[in-house]
């Protein structure tokens, strides 16, 4: 499902804004959401769920304009997993998946809403640890219930608010893959992340945010340190290795804070 945004603008009481928005993500494609800390990143994530209303400007799912569907109907169309599950509930990793089928179900479960349930646990390698109550997870596994739980609602699009923050290198590879996998079958995925090269690495378009702005949109061509000395005022060397780009940092570009040694 392709999405466009168009001169989209939200503000919080005035003070933080996301300032004509223009985008356009094709189907099927992986995108980044870079930039600073207070970027708009999760902002604009949460205006695409429609968890947040734009002041003004519109985003077309396709060629639907999804403002005045029910939330029932959004869930069909977008799943989204925030970056923080505020309270982890005493359940199993099967009830957590099933909690996704929410926007198909009338009162209860039907054995459809099970199966497709019991199939997406079985996609992402949770068989194991199905009837194991997700606070009993590492971070990794849960990681992956929350997709599950998304996968479940049958989206075409998925949205995930820095998925591997708070994994260790292993699970951010097992995570990316996953999602990797997952745009390579039609889902078209936005995930806000930190880590360029694990968005390098994995990501096929980017979009740079800077003070609620599009600072630059791309795909790999815009990873320039040019545009990341711009963007984090810090100084990185990029290695293009047969097309395989590594960034590394180098220094900070601001002045060194005057530590307090005394
Ligand atoms: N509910 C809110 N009310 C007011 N300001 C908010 C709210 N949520 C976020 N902000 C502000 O909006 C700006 C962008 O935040 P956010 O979208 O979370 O950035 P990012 O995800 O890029 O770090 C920040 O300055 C943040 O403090
Ligand atoms: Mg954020």
């Not at 989209?8 to 933080?16: E, Q, W």
């Not at 734009?54 to 169309?77: C, H, M, T, W």
């Not at 005493?90 to 926007?103: E, I």
């Not at 019991?118 to 194991?132: H, P, R, T």
């Amino acid at each position: 499902m392709k999405i466009f945004i168009n001169n989209l603008n939200f503000s919080y009481n005035g003070s933080f804004s996301l300032k004509d928005i223009n985008e356009h993500i094709g189907a099927g494609e992986f995108t980044a959401f870079v930039g600073p800390n207070g970027s708009g990143k999760s902002t604009l994530l949460k205006c695409i769920d429609r968890i947040l209303i734009p002041d003004n400007g519109e985003i077309l799912f396709n060629d639907q304009d999804i403002s005045n569907y029910s939330r029932e109907k959004v869930a069909k169309i977008i799943a989204y997993v925030p970056q923080n599950e505020g309270n982890i509930y005493p359940v199993t990793v099967f009830d957590a998946v099933l909690l996704g089928r929410k926007p198909y179900v009338n009162w209860a479960p039907s054995k459809n809403d099970f199966d497709k349930t019991a199939e997406v646990i079985e996609k992402l390698d949770l068989e194991d640890i199905a009837l194991k109550e997700i606070y009993k997870l590492s971070g990794g596994q849960r990681q992956r219930v929350y997709i599950a739980r998304a996968l479940a609602q049958e989206p075409k699009v998925l949205l995930l608010d820095e998925p591997t923050a708070n994994l260790d290198l292993r699970h951010q590879l097992e995570v990316l893959e996953i999602l990797k996998l997952l745009s390579e079958k039609g889902i078209t995925i936005i995930i806000a992340i930190h880590d360029l090269n694990m968005a390098v690495k994995f990501c096929s378009k980017f979009i740079m945010l800077n003070e609620g702005e599009i600072f630059a949109t791309g795909g790999k061509e815009i990873i320039t340190s040019g545009n990341i000395k711009k963007l984090y005022r810090v100084k990185v060397k990029i290695i293009n290795e047969d097309g395989e780009i590594i960034i590394i940092p180098l220094s900070n570009n601001d002045k060194p804070m005057k530590l307090a040694l005394a």
